[in-house]
């Protein structure tokens, strides 16, 4: 099956309360460059915050920098959304 590289862009505060399971990295969105050594090169990643404004800019800021938007996601709906889709992989 397909396991992308999951990227949380939500605030530390925000990913203490409540995370996807499989979450790979966390890092606020307006720092999400400050990480991008330890991001997979050859990889989907899907990236989430809440709702789905925080990862779209993510998304722009790494494309910005040069990352292949073809293997970014944006999650639509974030992880209210994965929560509403799928409650069992959220802790």
């Known amino acids: 099956g397909w396991s992308p590289f999951i990227l949380d862009v939500r605030s530390d505060g925000e990913y203490q309360q409540v995370r996807v399971a ?3 990295l966390q890092v606020p969105h307006t720092a999400v460059l ?3 050594d330890q991001l997979p090169k050859n990889a989907d990643i899907v990236i989430h915050c809440k709702a789905g ?3 779209q800019l ?3 800021e790494l494309i910005k920098a040069g990352w292949d938007g073809k293997n970014l996601y944006n999650l639509e709906g974030g992880i209210i959304a994965w929560n509403t889709a799928a409650p ?3 802790v």
């Open 22 to 24: 499989s979450c790979d």
């Open 34 to 36: 400050s990480v991008a």
């Open 53 to 55: 404004m925080r990862s």
């Open 58 to 60: 993510a998304a722009i």
């Open 88 to 90: 069992d992989e959220i």
